[in-house]
């Protein structure tokens, strides 16, 4: 059972042993509401780390030679421990990372689903059987047995945004399929990912089957990528460090969730009440620091007025403060994010943005900030603003609007606002994105559909069916009879 030590010291997992660092190091995680240290995880070593992976590596073919039915049966313990937490949990992710309390418990409630989703999903993969004589000079003598099989050791690495659900996603579907996990959870959010792996191992994981190394990303990151006992990493994070671990890692499958800058287009039939209430959520949940928010709108100019004027009085009305206070729009994670957030609202108002609504400013608490009128010479026109910003960018034509989307370095989702549902689809082909959204606000769940994102914004396709394949790879038994 994880301990809470005196001054908040959390322990993390090492063949169901909650342990600290040998070296006694931690690493604090401050609260973004009030910048209190929220508790302290273990900053492990490289020989804490290789002997983690090791022990891990040790006991794949174990796991791997358990019944389906029993790694799924464990995943439904697993679901059920972690509903039993939701109050626990879900207060440590609203005070970890700055969620509303609502919104951490359903983020738990969420997961437990996925987990269940998953541990049915996972008993149905399937392999193939092939014919020789389907190609010249082979025979029907020749037969080919397709085995769908696990890669072994997964490194799951999750980002502070959702850091339990983001996790399980990962940590659910290589289990289900016999993968053994090295689980790197973000360093803000981590004591809520090892409260979610508390549940996995009261509902009765297997020594060393999951292992939790955890430690800055930046210190221990590269080694572990790099670690020769890992068979497959799956990522969800920022872009620049997405494509660091892709460069590190070789010879080895990686999937990779990265960053976004997911437009919300705007035609002139859309309804524009719609649009409007579906731009506000999808731009300042969580204070638009998700993957998936939407991060600009793209507007035909004729009905440019009426939008912002429409997102503007919706926004006015968003009460700005602490997660503590349930507020709708509160403290990004950190000064950093906020910092990179007020550098792109100064660029884009020295360069002839109109500013029409602009947040408060306290610390890394930033009001929601409306910039219409924004130009390709903005900053904030192509870079990620993970942050309560909203740029209005206005075309004249469908066309341009598909231009300026495709010319981003990334390519997430899109969200499409029109009454005419063939043009919706004659724009989505036309899109360079992985899904698009229509008069919907961008979002990922729900989770058993295919997510990914393509150019920058990542490789590979989460959602839970996609991530289960992702973990397996073809075994052929040829047989020449
Ligand atoms: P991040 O800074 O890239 O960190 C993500 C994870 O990578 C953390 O666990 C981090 O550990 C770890 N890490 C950092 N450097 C590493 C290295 N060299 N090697 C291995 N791991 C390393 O991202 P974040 O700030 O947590 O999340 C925000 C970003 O993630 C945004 O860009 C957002 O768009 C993206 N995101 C994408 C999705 C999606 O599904 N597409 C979902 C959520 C977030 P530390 O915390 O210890 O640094
Ligand atoms: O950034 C996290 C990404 O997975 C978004 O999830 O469900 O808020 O769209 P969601």
Redesign the pocket.
């Known amino acids: 059972m994880m301990t809470r030590k005196t001054e908040d010291v959390f322990e993390t997992l090492l063949n169901n042993q909650w342990i600290g660092s040998e070296s006694g190091e931690t690493v604090p995680i401050y609260a973004p509401d009030d910048h209190e240290v929220v508790g302290r995880v273990p900053a492990l070593s490289q020989e804490e780390v290789d002997k983690a992976v090791q022990h891990t590596a040790e006991v794949q073919e174990a796991w791997e030679a358990r019944e389906g039915h029993e790694r799924s049966e464990l995943l439904h313990r697993w679901a059920e421990e972690l509903e039993k937490m939701t109050d626990e949990i879900g207060e440590m992710i609203h005070l970890e990372v700055g969620k509303t309390l609502s919104s951490g418990k359903s983020e738990v409630k969420r997961t437990a689903q996925l987990i269940r989703h998953t541990a049915e999903e996972g008993l149905r993969t399937h392999g193939s059987f092939i014919q020789g004589d389907a190609f010249p000079g082979a025979t029907k003598q020749t037969k080919a047995m397709v085995q769908k099989v696990p890669h072994g050791v997964v490194l799951a690495i999750s980002?502070f945004?959702?850091p339990v659900?983001?996790a399980a996603s990962k940590i659910a579907p290589a289990l289900i399929t016999g993968n053994t996990v090295i689980f790197k959870p973000a360093t803000q959010g981590a004591i809520s990912g090892l409260l979610m792996v508390q549940a996995l191992v009261k509902a009765g994981l297997p020594e060393g089957v999951l292992n939790v190394v955890t430690g800055r990303g930046s210190v221990i990151g590269d080694f572990i990528v790099t670690h020769p006992l890992i068979d497959m990493i799956t990522f969800?994070g920022g872009t620049d460090t997405g494509k660091h671990i892709a460069k590190k890692a070789s010879m080895i499958p990686v999937v990779l969730?990265l960053g976004g800058k997911d437009p919300a287009i705007v035609l002139e039939d859309a309804d524009l009440d719609q649009a409007a209430k579906e731009i506000v959520s999808g731009a300042f949940?969580?204070s638009g620091?998700?993957?998936?928010?939407i991060k600009r709108v793209i507007v035909m100019d004729r009905v440019a007025d009426e939008l912002v004027e429409k997102v503007k009085d919706i926004v006015s009305a968003l009460n700005v403060g602490t997660s503590r206070e349930d507020a709708s729009v509160t403290p990004m994670i950190d000064q950093k994010a906020a910092d990179n957030v007020t550098r792109l609202i100064d660029d884009a108002r020295s360069k002839g943005a109109a500013v029409i609504l602009e947040g408060v400013k306290e610390k890394n608490l930033l009001g929601p900030t409306l910039l219409d009128h924004v130009t390709e010479d903005m900053a904030i026109a192509w870079e990620e603003q993970f942050g309560p910003v909203l740029p209005f960018v206005r075309v004249e034509s469908e066309q341009e609007a598909i231009q300026l989307e495709k010319r981003n370095e990334y390519g997430l989702q899109a969200s499409v606002f029109t009454k005419n549902l063939e043009n919706a689809f004659a724009i989505s082909d036309k899109l360079n994105v992985g899904t698009v959204q229509v008069n919907g606000k961008?979002?990922?769940?729900p989770d058993h559909f295919p997510?990914l994102g393509v150019k920058n914004s990542g490789q590979g396709v989460q959602g839970i069916g996609r991530s289960i394949d992702s973990m397996l790879r073809d075994k052929v038994l040829v047989l020449n009879l």
Request: hydrophobic content about 15%; some cysteine.
């Open positions: 980002p945004n959702y659900n983001l969800t969730e949940s969580y620091q998700r993957c998936t928010a961008t979002s990922r769940g997510f």
